[in-house]
């Protein structure tokens, strides 16, 4: 910018007009001489120099003379000013910044303008499949039970929400329940680190990740205890980098069957369809996820497991198998539920019971209660996350249950049986 000039006509706009000036004020030996010309004669004779210089002191103390600085500090401002003015009208505006949108943000909006097709981000078609699923399921268990499930839905300041299906006090489960789940967030450092040990994609210097979470979690609690209790979990997890790209990734999940009187023949029908499922995709997958159920599913504080397993596996990501793979697998297990278990409550559910079985159920179910408040990672970390809903976590506890001091069962009977197999897990296929 060139520099600037002001003009004559500007610094005399600036000054004050003739009007408004100050008016001058007398100094104190002109005040003095003043009253000397028009005093009598009689007052000249007698003059008080002293006093006279005093005076003027003083005056000269309470009327100082004006400055002639304002008018000229104007003048020396003048420049800066219109500098300052020219900049702001010249000069372009920095541009805003704006924080990028969250996943939840974005996935939103696709969902909204193009729906969910095989192109959309995996996250979308995991939501949208548990979803179709869920519905599924719960139709097929109203027309076994005869009872409507209670459909709550939920939304989460975060991102995210869930369908929450719950059937209580039917006429076949005491309690039950089919939810999903979709859940958005942020990862604190510590849980990044402690994810690493399984996912060495996750970046280890940072603070925080955004995280999505989908899943299907089901749990039903029979009336009768000749009808098992059935457990299943299906979940994808990704996180994303600062800008909103997939970090990691991993499927997990699995199904399980927790009788409290053991029917061979319905433990072998619910690892046989299981078994099916896994072999579509790889023949390894079954004897390799049924002892991960074993381990996993483990009471360790007695030194047994919950029940007579299923397939249990998580952490699966790329270095198992590419993302598609996985997914279609996941599919398969997931749709192999209703075949397993239907046949095997439609056979137990109206059999005879009596006290003594309702009595060893009730036992049954406080060790189920006991895995999945010690030892579910599942439960711990739902519980721990931000905006977490408990009602919904907690929903796979039975209704009723019970801790008996010391108790063991008669040698030889039904109930010692069931024991032996938790205590010494069987290959059912």
């Given amino acids: 910018m060139p520099p600037f000039r002001p003009s004559f006509r500007i610094s005399r706009a600036l000054e004050l007009p003739h009007g408004h000036a100050p008016r001058p004020t007398l100094r104190a030996h002109q005040i003095r001489s003043r009253q000397l010309h028009s005093s009598s004669p009689r007052q000249v004779e007698s003059p008080q120099p002293k006093k006279a210089a005093k005076q003027i002191a003083l005056d000269s103390w309470r009327y100082p003379p004006p400055s002639k600085w304002p008018n000229r500090l104007r003048l020396l ?33 696709l969902k909204r303008e193009n729906g969910v097709s095989e192109q959309s981000p995996m996250r979308l078609r995991m939501e949208q499949f548990i979803k179709q699923h869920q519905k599924q399921i719960v139709a097929e ?52 680190q402690k994810m ?15 995280f999505f979470a989908a899943g299907l979690s089901m749990v039903l609690h029979p009336h009768n205890p000749n009808a098992p209790t059935v457990h299943l979990n299906y979940r994808y ?75 249990f596996f998580d952490d699966l990501d790329e270095t198992e198998k590419d993302q598609e793979q996985l997914f279609s697998f996941v599919q398969d297990c997931l749709s192999a539920f209703l075949p397993s278990y239907l046949p095997i409550i439609n056979r137990r559910k109206d059999m005879p019971f009596t006290e003594e079985q309702k009595h060893w159920q009730q036992i049954r179910r406080g060790r189920y209660v006991e895995f999945n408040l010690v030892h579910d990672r599942g439960t711990a970390f739902g519980l721990n996350t931000p905006g977490a809903r408990v009602e919904s976590i907690l929903m796979s506890l039975p209704l009723t249950a019970r801790w008996q001091y010391m108790h063991e069962p008669e040698k030889g009977s039904r109930e010692e049986r069931l024991i032996d197999v938790l205590k010494n897990p069987r290959e059912w296929v």
């Fill in 141 to 192: 268990l109203e027309k076994v039970d005869g009872t409507k499930f209670k459909i709550d839905t939920w939304q989460r300041a975060e991102g995210g929400g869930g369908i929450t299906c719950v059937l209580q006090d039917g006429k076949v489960f005491e309690k039950g329940g089919v939810n999903t789940s979709v859940v958005y967030g942020r990862l604190p450092r510590a849980a990044i």
């Fill in 77 to 109: 401002c003048l420049p800066l000013m219109v500098a300052m003015v020219y900049s702001m009208l010249t000069s372009e505006p920095e541009p805003v910044k704006t924080e990028a949108p969250t996943i939840a943000e974005k996935d939103a909006l």
């Fill in 196 to 210: 690493r040990a399984n996912h060495k994609a996750l970046d280890p210097d940072v603070d925080s990740l955004e």
């Fill in 237 to 311: 997890f990704e996180t994303a980098d600062e800008f909103g790209n997939t970090n990691a990734w991993w499927y997990g999940g699995g199904c399980d069957l927790t009788p409290s009187y053991l029917y061979d023949e319905d433990a072998i029908h619910f690892h046989g369809a299981i078994k099916q499922a896994c072999d579509k995709h790889d023949k390894a997958y079954y004897p390799r996820f049924k002892k991960w159920c074993d381990e996993y599913f483990n009471n360790k504080h007695r030194g047994e497991t919950r029940g007579v397993g299923g397939i």
